[in-house]
Nanobody, 124 residues
Framework: QVRLVESGGGLVQTGGSLRLSCELS????????MGWFRQAPGKEREFVTA????????ENADSVKGRFTMSRDSATNTVYLQMNNLKPEDTAVYYC?????????????????WGQGTQVTVSS
């Protein structure tokens, strides 16, 4: 069974930082595309960032460029989302996901495995 387990969500003030973690298990993810998505109440799931596991090349949504950074640790099969200069608009449930495609994908339906989600709340 493929499993993605997230941690690191919480409450932070505007301008603060959080780091989300997602531990991968069940199979090798070395050939997978990994992504982070977020979903606020009443809104559709939104692409945030993605990383190619082998090359560590990343792609970022315009809304988070310069503030969010995705990375991976092959030794621990863990991906991270470092979030800096957080804004109230960043408040959402954040999900990590894995795609069996190896080309860059931004649509949620292109990702085959999902974590449980972790709540991030940014107060004014």
């Amino acid at each position: 069974q493929v499993r993605l387990v997230e941690s690191g969500g919480g409450l932070v003030q505007t301008g603060g930082s959080l780091r989300l973690s997602c531990e991968l298990s069940g199979r090798s993810f070395s050939r997978y595309l990994m992504g982070w998505f977020r979903q606020a109440p009443g809104k559709e799931r939104e692409f945030v960032t993605a990383i190619d596991w082998i090359s560590s090349r990343t792609e970022n949504a315009d809304s988070v460029k310069g503030r969010f950074t995705m990375s991976r640790d092959s030794a621990t099969n863990t991906v991270y989302l470092q979030m800096n200069n957080l804004k109230p608009e960043d408040t959402a449930v954040y999900y990590c996901a894995a795609s069996e495609f190896t080309t860059f994908q931004i649509e949620p339906r292109a990702y085959h495995y999902w974590g449980q989600g972790t709540q991030v709340t940014v107060s004014s």
